[in-house]
């Protein structure tokens, strides 16, 4: 049986000689491996379009719930990312990211949107890398149900806390005073901060990184949102740590 879809390469494995084992997020079908034969001979007709983070039409052959890569066309190659290897380190997080959220035989539109739109930023640096990161984690949060609570304090219910703080367990906001009553992890944010997270939770999906920060408040959002993320999902991501190779 032949389906064609457009997908996204998370991840690639060299298998044997020539082939690749693909880690594919498509928004019809979710996540799905493939075996593309041959991909890593010269010559072949699918390396480009079998490449890790790139976004391909392909046509899959499937037989006994295995998927073999027939043919593969590149829409977007995202090509701005291999001239740059930190920016191409925090794309392969991004890609980690969508793996870990994503399911198999799930449809997932809005993911894949935010995947292609984060990776499209990033290789045109649009924005700042911690910019785009930041975003692409709080939103990808909300989208694997993890919303978190952010029109109040969820002690005293101010609205506006001069020093607001992120309960990492919780995902709900405190004011400073009030933080003594809680024993979860928090992330300190700002004013700033505050309304540029309760902007990319609530954002048109084309608009999602049209927000601006001074340098101090874009990074407790980009420290508060990472920290949220690896809590939430109780996991570490090495593409994650790979990427703050280049930044220490």
Not at 180 to 198: G, I
Request: hydrophobic share 40%; charged share 25%.
């Amino acid at each position: 049986m032949f389906k064609t879809t457009k997908a996204l390469v998370l991840r690639e494995v060299r298998y044997k000689e020539a082939d690749r084992i693909l880690t594919l997020f498509t928004a019809e079908h979710g996540k799905l491996t493939a075996k593309a034969r041959g991909a890593l001979r010269k010559g072949s007709k699918t390396a480009a379009a079998t490449q890790q983070l790139t976004y391909s039409e392909m046509t899959l052959f499937e037989n006994r719930g295995k998927f073999t890569v027939n043919e593969a066309a590149i829409s977007e190659s995202f090509s701005g990312l291999r001239d740059n290897i930190e920016d191409f380190a925090l794309g392969c997080y991004i890609a980690e990211c969508v793996e870990a959220v994503s399911v198999e035989d799930q449809p997932d539109a809005a993911l894949m949107q935010l995947a292609l739109n984060s990776l499209y930023a990033l290789s045109r640096g649009m924005y700042k890398a911690e910019h785009i990161k930041a975003a692409f984690e709080l939103r990808l949060m909300a989208l694997a149900g993890y919303m978190p609570e952010f029109s109040s304090c969820a002690v005293c219910g101010c609205e506006e806390p001069d020093q607001p703080l992120l309960s990492l367990d919780d995902g709900v906001i405190l004011c400073k005073s009030c933080a003594p009553y809680s024993q979860n992890a928090m992330a300190e944010l700002c004013p700033a901060s505050l309304s540029a997270l309760r902007y990319i939770l609530t954002a048109p999906a084309k608009q999602l990184f049209s927000f601006s920060l001074d340098e101090k408040a874009l990074k407790r959002l980009s420290f508060a949102a990472e920290q949220y993320l690896l809590k939430q999902t109780e996991r570490r991501f090495s593409t994650l740590d790979y990427w703050k190779s280049f930044k220490f």
